[in-house]
């Protein structure tokens, strides 16, 4: 395999981009080697700019969820252009996909669109922070809502009462708003909830975590956090920013069938446009400015070619309910072919897997939070993704990250998919 003319961009890039990337994770740093430059994509492939092409696993980290290039987007971006790329104006398209966004998703009642998923976190939390009339807030270890200030913290130690910032740049005074708690223990968030009594605004949380690698909610826990928050006043977030529309048409919250107050979109929600939306119950959601008091705005939100293909994706999955069963039909041939082969291999490395989101960890004890999902080998994780990048197969250059399927990815792929595993797998053994 070729790379010559990636790595000269990459050289190239580091002279006036920070790191040669506009976005931390593509620089590589987790898996070793340069990062690839992509010139183009299509379908299941993506193109590098050597001519390389390689079965795509992120599909830019979720929003390709009918793989690239999809017609039917294409050809409504192509047609919104022609009337112009942005009017700082109300347009009746933002209005057709806060309707439809409100009958896909019921616990949205009421809907405000942004351009990203960070933006959509830090204004849920803002909002939820005016509404309550409290200042802190829950968020689970190893969880990512964007990089907001106040979701840059990280893991705490022992009691777990004040977090300190993750980042050089954000504030010990945000910091000590943001509260901590292990995903999946429910303990955790009852005592958080004791010692802050009346303080706690909101809880945030990924409902199925795709951000310290896949990890799924234990039976019960969503519907104990449910209870909790109802019970104290607490406004319960899911950022579905990664699950919203993947999982099921309604999301995470529809699978599982619990019901937060607030929910972030965002990836699929744009149709691969850059789009982020958060809505909710009504009542909170009338605290936003101009209804209410709580200030959000966007120059480019709403913007008339990001809404064009983000309800073309929309109105595609919400009549194709097809899509879903595809999509978990690949998920389960994938990851059961990939842990037949580990087992034909004695290995037992830990596959956790829901619907098109799956991740191989390199461990063989369960990964149910961020304390287990450490232990995870990445070196070897490197090693394996290297290996797959060598037989074509584009993964997330980090252990920690789910991978995402597309509709895209026929039986015949799945199949080549599964020899690159296999002889990966051989290879990094020895
Ligand atoms: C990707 C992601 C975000 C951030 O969205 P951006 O569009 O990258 O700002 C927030 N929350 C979750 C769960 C995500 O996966």
Redesign the pocket.
């Known amino acids: 395999m070729q790379i010559s003319e990636s790595k000269r961009l990459f050289a190239h890039a580091q002279n006036f981009i920070p790191g040669g990337v506009n ?1 931390p994770v593509r620089a590589f740093r987790a898996v070793g080697g340069d990062p690839i430059f992509i010139k183009k994509a299509d379908g299941a492939y993506i193109f590098d700019e050597d001519g390389n092409a390689y079965i795509e696993m992120i599909n830019s ?2 929003p390709m969820i009918l793989g690239h290039n999809h017609p039917m987007i294409k050809e409504a971006v192509i047609k919104a252009m022609e009337n112009g790329t942005s009017f700082g104006a109300p347009t009746a398209r933002e209005v057709e996909i806060a309707e439809l966004i409100v009958k896909m998703v019921p616990s949205v009642e009421k809907v405000r669109m942004v351009n ?6 830090m204004s849920a939390i803002r909002v939820a922070r005016g509404y309550t009339g409290r200042d802190k807030f829950i968020k689970m270890e190893g ?5 907001g200030d106040s979701f840059l913290i990280s893991a705490g130690s022992g009691a777990i009462t004040m977090g300190n910032p993750d980042s050089p740049g954000v504030t010990v005074g945000t910091a000590k708003d943001t509260l901590l708690a292990p995903y999946n223990d429910l303990h955790a968030v009852e005592n958080l909830v004791q010692a802050n009594k009346g303080e706690i605004a909101a809880l945030i949380i ?1 409902p199925v ?3 310290m690698g896949l990890t799924l909610p234990l039976p019960g826990y969503l519907e104990g956090l449910r209870e909790i928050c109802t019970r104290e006043g607490i406004v319960l977030i899911f ?5 919203g529309f993947r999982l099921a048409k309604g999301g995470a919250q529809e699978l599982f069938g619990v019901t937060p107050d607030m929910t ?1 979109l ?2 699929i929600i744009g149709g691969g446009m ?1 789009v ?1 939306a958060y809505g909710g119950k009504k009542e909170i959601m009338e605290f936003v400015s101009p209804a209410g008091p709580v200030y959000q705005a966007g120059t480019l939100s709403g913007n008339p070619i990001a809404m064009a293909a983000g309800l073309a994706m929309l109105r595609h999955l919400d009549t194709h309910p097809e899509v879903y069963a595809s999509l978990n039909q690949i998920g389960r041939k994938i990851t059961e072919g990939i842990v037949k082969i580990n087992l034909d291999l004695n290995l037992n490395y830990t596959v956790n897997h829901i619907g098109s989101m799956y991740s191989l960890f390199f461990t063989d004890s369960p990964v149910v939070d961020f304390e287990s999902a450490k232990k995870s080998d990445t070196a070897l994780f490197g090693t394996y993704f290297q290996a797959m990048l060598k037989r074509g197969v584009y993964l997330a250059p980090s252990q920690f990250e789910s991978l995402f399927l597309s509709t895209a990815l026929t039986d015949g792929l799945i199949e080549v998919v599964l020899s690159a595993h296999k002889e990966s797998m051989k290879e990094i053994l020895g």
Do not use: I, R
């Not at 990203?116 to 976190?121: C, H, I, N, P, V």
């Not at 969880?143 to 990089?147: A, I, L």
């Open positions: 976005s980290w979720g990203s998923g960070t933006e959509a976190t969880h990512y809502h964007g990089h990924e975590p795709g951000n950022d579905e920013v990664m699950t972030t965002g990836k850059p982020g």
